[in-house]
């Protein structure tokens, strides 16, 4: 029971599939600027465990960073998703504008999973302080 939950987490080819499809970009496109075949990516994205240095090219050429396939999640982008749909001020209403909208939620999830980061880091610092003033008394 416990792996059968685990093995989606860590799916890396599930990832890069979905990624991928988020970008709006076929499996022969991502195959082209790879220098292989439609069938290697099929493969690819069915693969659990990828190789680095093919994770860090796939990364590239999809415009992320491998740690960001590796931390993806469906649920969090959804969260990311719907939370700016549900906050958006235009709804429509401003038909004819010049706005153009650059937001890319990929960057943005890699932003919060980097803060973090950070802070989980800072974190076991001031535990790891804690304990060597307890040791010391």
Known sequence: METSEKTPLSHLGRKISRIRELRGMKQEALAAELGISQQAISKLEQSAEIEDSTLEKVAKVLGVNSEA??????????????????????????????????????????????????LYERLLASEQEKISILKTK
């Open 69 to 118: 396939i590796k931390n993806y999640t469906d649920e969090a982008m959804i969260t990311f998703i719907n939370n700016f749909h549900d906050h958006s001020s235009n709804q429509g209403q401003q038909i004819g504008s010049n706005n153009v909208c650059n937001f890319n939620p990929l960057d943005e999830l890699i932003k919060a999973l980097n803060a973090n980061k950070e």
